[in-house]
């Protein structure tokens, strides 16, 4: 089974409209990232988490939220999907500040 | 603000050539450089970590360079093969950012059998 599982894989909404992203890693780490990733740009980090209790604004939060349910599960929410908000999500985790990142397999978002 | 910029884009070449991938960062401020390569539909997956104290990391086929002072890293692989086709990005962590990675924008690698 995969470290980092995301879900959906895959979704197509409609403006407006709430959407939940979910991610979950067993690799015991305490640290969780979103990202979203445009064509032709590199990652662009979203919102992090350090522990249950310590979650961060990252570089382009607006339109965003979280929520650090358990050490284990870190999910984005977009309160009112707009269609720039189409993108590539990814998720990943780490357990040192220092340490590569390990990440799920992607969310590929559309909002028409 | 730190910028990461890989050139070219993209890349096409023979099966068997040895290659080289550019990647290149504005401030030599930094923590470490990553190697990562994506895979469509399966994520990112690391290849090579540079603290910034050292030179060059190697795995394999795979060797990663770094030189501070002239802001760039470069990627070599050697003997390359239709599997290595995917899309390679760098990002640098910044000493000034609570360790948030700045991303090149990757080249994306197709080798030709």
């Known amino acids: 089974d995969a470290d980092v599982t995301q879900t959906p894989r895959n979704r197509i909404t409609k403006t407006g409209k709430r959407i939940m992203l979910e991610c979950s890693q067993t690799?015991?780490?305490?640290?969780m990232y979103w990202y979203r990733q445009d064509p032709g740009l590199g990652l662009r980090l979203i919102y992090y988490?350090?522990?249950?209790?310590?979650?961060n604004k990252g570089e382009i939060s607006d339109g965003y939220s979280v929520s650090r349910q358990a050490q284990a599960k870190f999910s984005l929410s977009l309160e009112s999907a707009i269609p720039n908000q189409t993108a590539l999500y990814f998720c990943?985790?780490?357990?040192?500040?220092?340490?590569?990142?390990?990440f799920g397999p992607g969310t590929r978002l559309t909002v028409l | 603000k730190q910028e990461v910029t890989q050139i070219p884009a993209a890349l096409s070449v023979p099966e068997g050539e040895n290659l080289v991938l550019n990647c290149s960062f504005t401030d030599s401020a930094i923590y470490n450089l990553q190697w990562f390569r994506q895979d469509p539909g399966k994520g990112l997956t690391s290849l090579l970590l540079?603290?910034?104290s050292q030179r060059e990391q190697t795995s394999g086929r795979l060797n990663a360079s770094l030189d501070k002072s002239s802001g760039r890293s470069t990627l070599y692989i050697a003997a390359s093969q239709p599997g290595d086709s995917a899309t390679y990005l760098c990002a640098v962590a910044p000493m000034d950012s609570n360790y948030q990675l700045i991303w090149g924008a990757g080249t994306k690698l197709i080798i030709k059998p």
């Open positions: 540079i603290q910034s």
């Open positions: 990943a985790t780490n357990g040192h500040i220092t340490d590569t990142q390990y």
């Open positions: 690799k015991g780490h305490d640290r």
């Open positions: 988490s350090f522990d249950v209790k310590d979650i």
